[in-house]
């Protein structure tokens, strides 16, 4: 009975491309439950903390679906440097790895496609982009 109401919880995240761990337990749902639908495939997990669910929308650009994931991995992290010229079709350098910025005192490694810049001001100049219904800070 708690693992349906717990289903019914995350219908508002089930349909997003992808959805972290805290979005779940704002709703209500703990970790265990996450993990019981991921095991019986009604939620799939796309990387640490970060989820979809099975019928949810796919991206049609396949070329930024990495790079939402990476910038919603990244506690308070804002696309930056060569990620944020191709978004913008600036430049016409192909970026292998994702550059994400994240705040001067924090703590956060670079994964394997990431490489993360540490700024002391991450608000000078910072905006919103749109991909595909995500609205990621650049």
Sequence with gaps: M?????IQKLKPLLTEPSFTSA????????SES???????????RIARGLYRGKNARVF?????EDLVTAVKQTKGGVICLISALALYDLTEEIPRRHWIAVENKTRHRAGHSVNVIRFRNLKLGRTTIEIEGESLPI
Excluded: H, P, T
Excluded at 23 to 30: F, N, P, S, T, Y
Excluded at 34 to 44: F, N, P, R, S, T
Excluded at 60 to 64: G, L, M, N, Q, V
């Design 2 to 6: 708690k693992q349906k109401l717990a």
């Design 34 to 44: 996450i993990a019981y639908y991921v095991k019986i495939g009604d939620l799939e």
């Design 23 to 30: 979005q779940a337990k704002k709703l209500g749902i703990g």
């Design 60 to 64: 049609e650009d396949f070329r930024w």
